[in-house]
């Protein structure tokens, strides 16, 4: 994106965590890259841009759609931040819950279409913004894709189940969620949780090609078709967001679940780190 075009002067530009770019090759479809290295952590401020860029160019007719990808070589994104929902008020998880509900309905119900280029490891809140593309691809390599929220003690909403479990099929969902699976590249063809894998210097191509096939379609029916669609699973969280942050709250500040998270955080040397900040 140009200055003259790009969506309210974020093209061709940055936040601090997030890109945004005009695509090389479709003028209408605009490259969104998160730029939180090195894991690309999610963390409030960073969903907060997500969401700001995703508002811009969902409001400029001139874009069509999304290539959702990331700027860390190897990594798509390696899930939520720890320390958001470690030791912190009611108010400050709120605030944080809030942003990653409004993102997810953002992307799940955009007019746009948006293709996930999966270029590392997706897990946890990673997989989350994949699965909630309309088309995934990822790269072949020693990645992985899944929800193991499970495995460290945290849990996933209703919503996340269904979203999931409208690509891989119900019981494949739950023991997705229950183990905490994370699942290989090949692996995670087969039970359709991504839709293509191609070579890493193919990716970006895999993508365009992808995306004419989608803009073929008139964007009138094939936006109704998609919201209507879509929405049964967004009113899942919409008929009561405050009840699903407030559930979420209950499990996470119990003592054993954050001294769950302090045995993360430390084994990471997230702790240390953020002590020095």
Same mark, same amino acid.
């Given at each position: 994106?140009?200055?003259? /075009?790009?969506?309210?002067?974020?093209?061709?530009?940055?936040?601090?965590? $997030?890109?945004?770019?005009?695509?090389?090759?479709?003028?209408?479809?605009?490259?969104?890259?998160?730029?939180?290295?090195?894991?690309?952590? =999610?963390?409030?401020?960073?969903?907060?841009?997500?969401?700001?860029?995703?508002?811009?160019?969902?409001?400029?007719?001139? @874009?069509?759609?999304?290539?959702?990808?990331?700027?860390?070589?190897?990594?798509?994104?390696?899930?939520?931040?720890?320390?958001?929902? @470690?030791?912190?008020?009611?108010? !400050?998880?709120?605030?944080?819950?809030?942003? =990653?509900?409004?993102?997810?309905?953002?992307?799940? %119900?955009?007019? &746009?279409?948006?293709?996930?280029?999966?270029?590392?490891?997706?897990?946890?809140? +990673?997989?989350?913004?994949?699965?909630?593309?309309? @088309?995934?691809?990822?790269?072949?390599?020693? @990645?992985?894709? +899944? =929800? *193991?929220?499970?495995?460290?003690?945290?849990?996933? /909403?209703?919503?996340?189940?269904?979203?999931?479990?409208?690509?891989?099929?119900?019981?494949?969902?739950?023991?997705? %969620?229950?183990? +905490? %699976?994370?699942? !290989?590249?090949?692996?995670?063809?087969?039970?359709?949780?991504?839709?293509?894998?191609?070579? *890493?210097?193919?990716?970006?191509?895999?993508?365009?090609?992808?995306?004419?096939?989608?803009?073929?379609?008139?964007?009138?029916?094939?936006?109704?078709?998609? !919201?209507?669609?879509?929405?049964?699973?967004?009113?899942?969280?919409?008929?009561?967001?405050? +009840?699903?942050? !407030?559930?979420?709250?209950?499990? $996470?500040?119990?003592? $054993?679940?954050?001294?769950? &998270?302090?045995?993360?955080?430390?084994?990471?040397?997230?702790?240390?780190?953020?002590?020095?900040?």
């Amino acid at each position: 994106m140009d200055n003259t /075009s790009g969506p309210s002067g974020i093209a061709n530009g940055s936040q601090k965590f $997030v890109t945004v770019e005009k695509d090389k090759v479709m003028k209408d479809v605009a490259v969104v890259s998160l730029n939180r290295g090195p894991s690309n952590l =999610l963390n409030r401020k960073l969903l907060r841009e997500l969401i700001g860029i995703m508002d811009d160019i969902e409001a400029n007719k001139s @874009y069509r759609g999304v290539i959702l990808t990331s700027s860390v070589a190897h990594v798509f994104c390696s899930g939520l931040d720890v320390m958001e929902m @470690y030791r912190k008020s009611f108010d !400050q998880f709120r605030d944080f819950w809030k942003s =990653l509900q409004d993102l997810w309905v953002r992307i799940y %119900l955009s007019r &746009l279409v948006i293709i996930a280029a999966i270029n590392g490891t997706a897990v946890a809140g +990673g997989c989350l913004l994949a699965i909630s593309c309309d @088309y995934r691809i990822m790269a072949k390599g020693p @990645y992985s894709i +899944g =929800l *193991p929220e499970n495995v460290i003690g945290l849990v996933n /909403s209703i919503w996340v189940y269904e979203t999931l479990a409208r690509l891989v099929g119900p019981r494949q969902a739950e023991l997705s %969620l229950q183990l +905490g %699976l994370e699942y !290989q590249v090949k692996e995670a063809s087969e039970i359709r949780l991504v839709d293509e894998v191609v070579h *890493p210097k193919k990716l970006m191509e895999a993508c365009r090609e992808e995306m004419t096939k989608w803009l073929r379609i008139p964007d009138f029916s094939r936006v109704r078709t998609k !919201q209507s669609l879509r929405e049964p699973v967004v009113m899942m969280l919409q008929a009561n967001p405050e +009840g699903d942050t !407030q559930s979420m709250y209950s499990h $996470v500040s119990q003592d $054993v679940v954050q001294e769950t &998270l302090t045995n993360v955080l430390k084994k990471f040397k997230l702790l240390e780190a953020s002590a020095k900040k």
